[in-house]
């Protein structure tokens, strides 16, 4: 299965149409039946707004209503396999873009939307690179809605009152590591209970020391986990764990927890995706140490400046089962999700970055400005470790970055090392012995 680079030609934000966005109005259903939605979006900024949608459209739609289940994130992911072997599977299902969504299409486990794609006339209103990602076989699956940016993370009082300025390479993050550690402050925090965070440590250092090319080649299993490029990539996590960056609990931590101590200045710095504010900003206002304006973010720092820069940004969607018991009526409730006002919404509410090219961006935040801009100088644009392997690669992957965060850097890296160049070796022979199995 090959793992595709997604590199953006930007012009997702910078060519916006102003218009007044309405609230999401859908339009009345044609089918039967109810329409049944499983949605990962369980943190509770996302969580509100997704209840909103399907209000919004159950008042539109009285004889053809969505029945509409939220199930926690980490736990839906889990889950997934199931629900689409299930039958019927349910109607329409959020999922991720990239290599996750193809996995389930050569399976033969999502339905075909190539007729509301050009009904709709997203190919035309989606920036290409969306159209793209959703694309297999010259057909379209996966309906992206909303992407957002990875970065560094930090509090600019807790920076500026130990001296320190935002990191902009290793060796000044390094440095501010020793820094707060005198000051009794965590440098980094971070929760690995979920190890797809320590991931983003991986990818980044990954795309930082060997690039982007590099890095793609490894997620699609055309490079090696034995290859000593990866060892180095371990060996400067390391000097990550030497110098006491992060703080010791992690395994023990979903990544929200892990906000927490960032929000009451306990933390100087946290790498994580734009997300993040779902969570600081419902931190109550009278927490001690908490400033809901205090947060600001920069680029995860180069190591060699003479490597291209990589970027993660994971993009969110939807897509259709095909073994759900209703796909006239998804197709409708689909059409709906990814209508203009709709993901418009997701834009001024949720400050998720747009896949279209007619949104508003003229109310854009700071953040959102500075966000964009992060995207638009890279070099190239990743998914994320998960999202661009194959899934049993990726999950022998997260497991092992998982613990290294866990012993705090102690493991054998060599051990790691050949862990995850077996899991590889052996998805290459099982597809080689087997042309169908797709590296499952």
């Known amino acids: 299965m090959r793992s595709r680079l997604f590199a953006f030609a930007m012009t ?9 966005a309405s609230a999401a109005s859908p339009s009345l259903a044609q089918g039967s039946g109810p329409i049944v939605y499983n949605s990962n979006a369980s943190d509770p900024a996302p969580r509100k707004f997704d209840n909103e949608l399907v209000d919004a459209w159950n008042k539109a739609n009285p004889t053809q209503q ?11 992911k889990q889950a997934i396999r199931a629900y689409l072997l299930s039958s019927p599977a349910p ?3 959020t999922w991720f873009g990239g290599e996750r969504a193809r996995f389930f299409v050569e399976k033969n486990l999502i339905a075909d939307i190539s007729d509301i794609w050009t009904a709709n006339g997203w190919d035309k209103s989606f920036a290409p690179a969306f159209t793209a990602l959703g694309t297999t076989n010259g057909k379209q699956y996966f309906m992206s809605s909303n992407y957002y940016w990875w970065a560094l993370y930090f509090r600019p009082s807790i920076l500026a009152a130990n001296k320190v300025t935002p990191p902009k390479t290793f060796d000044e993050l390094l440095a501010a590591c020793d820094v707060f550690n005198k000051a009794g402050i965590t440098p980094i925090t971070i929760g690995t209970k979920a190890p797809w965070t320590a991931a983003a440590w991986f990818d980044y250092l990954d795309m930082r020391i060997n690039g982007p090319d590099f890095h793609i080649g490894l997620m699609s299993m055309k490079e090696k986990y034995s290859d000593p490029k990866v060892t180095k990539v371990f060996t400067t996590m390391k000097q990550l764990f030497d110098h006491k960056c992060f703080n010791k609990d992690s395994a023990g931590l979903q ?3 892990a906000v927490t101590p960032l929000a009451t200045g306990k933390a100087a710095m946290y790498l994580m995706g734009g997300f993040i504010t779902d969570t600081y900003n419902g931190i109550a206002p009278d927490t001690k140490g908490y400033d809901q304006k205090d947060l600001d973010f920069v680029r995860f720092p180069i190591i060699d400046p003479k490597v291209k820069i990589g970027e993660d940004a994971p993009t969110d969607g939807y897509f259709i089962s095909a073994n759900g018991g209703n796909i006239a009526g998804a197709k409708a409730f689909l059409t709906y999700l990814g209508s203009k006002d709709v993901v418009q919404k997701g834009v001024d509410e949720l400050g998720r970055l747009p896949v279209r090219l007619d949104s508003d961006t003229s109310k854009f935040t700071p953040a959102q400005q500075q966000g964009i801009k992060l995207i638009q100088t890279a070099d190239y644009v990743a998914q994320f470790y998960d999202r661009d392997s194959n899934p049993a690669m990726a999950e022998v992957g997260l497991n092992a970055f998982g613990g290294f965060f866990a012993d705090y850097g102690k493991t054998d890296i060599a051990k ?5 160049q077996d899991e590889e070796d052996t998805l290459i022979a099982n597809a080689a012995n087997d042309p169908n199995n797709q590296l499952n």
């Open 91 to 93: 109607d329409v299902l």
């Open 66 to 76: 969505v029945q509409h289940t939220i199930i926690a994130h980490e736990s839906f």
């Open 12 to 20: 997702v934000a910078t060519v916006a149409i102003t218009f007044g």
């Open 255 to 257: 990544w929200q927890d």
């Open 416 to 420: 790691i090392q050949k862990t995850l």
